[in-house]
Every structure is written in C-alpha cells, then in structure tokens.
C-alpha cells in the first residue's frame, strides 16, 4: 500500500482543549480510527521559534514530543482537514509519501 508518513512536532507543555497536546493528538488519532500512531519524546531539539527545546533534570515541560503515524492517502487527508478545521490549534508537522504493509501473520 501506499500513503504517508505524518510526524507531528509539538512540546510537553502545550495544550489544547484542557489536555496536553499530544494526548489530546493521540486521542483524536485513536478516535478517528488511525491504525497506529506513536508518540516519542527527544532530550533535544530546535522549533520553528529558532529556540532550543529540552528534557532537564527538573523540569521537562519544554520536552519535544513528537507523534509519528503512516496511513494511507484518505485518512491522511482527512486527519489534515480535522486539524486545520480545529479552532485555535497551531502544530506544526511534516508529510512524506511511503510505502507501507505487513511481512508475515499476526500473532
């Protein structure tokens, strides 16, 4: 099969809709019936902000986060239009054509 691979960008500390952002992501994911979708979290990185972004002993607010799933064509376009229809959210993301299946038989 063919799709994307959609990897959402975001910090521990943002929220949306009285959640943080990305649970709030990974249940809108779930809900919308994506297949799969998984979150990560970086030491380290640099946002759109040109700010460096980071996991310290105390205080991992400022954690990047990023939630990472491949899915096909049409529920791509549909979970871009559910976001862009979101009133006051800003997140940032990147898309990249893949292709994608199983090898073998499920468990």
């Known amino acids: 099969m063919t ?21 709030w992501l990974m249940d809108l994911t779930q ?6 979708a998984t979150m990560s979290t970086a ?3 640099i946002g759109s902000d040109h700010h460096r972004h980071s996991a310290r ?3 991992l607010a400022d954690q990047p986060v990023e939630i ?3 899915v096909s064509v049409a529920e791509c376009e ?13 997140l940032f993301y990147s898309k990249m054509p ?4 199983f090898i073998g038989q499920a468990d």
């Open 3 to 23: 799709g994307y691979q959609l990897t959402f960008f975001t910090q521990q500390n943002r929220s949306h809709d009285s959640k943080s952002l990305h649970q």
């Open 31 to 36: 809900s919308m019936g994506i297949r799969g």
């Open 43 to 45: 030491q380290e990185g």
């Open 57 to 59: 002993f105390f205080e």
């Open 68 to 70: 990472t799933m491949v």
């Open 78 to 90: 549909s979970i871009l239009k559910r976001l862009n229809d979101e009133p006051g959210l800003h």
């Open 98 to 101: 893949v292709e994608f299946g």
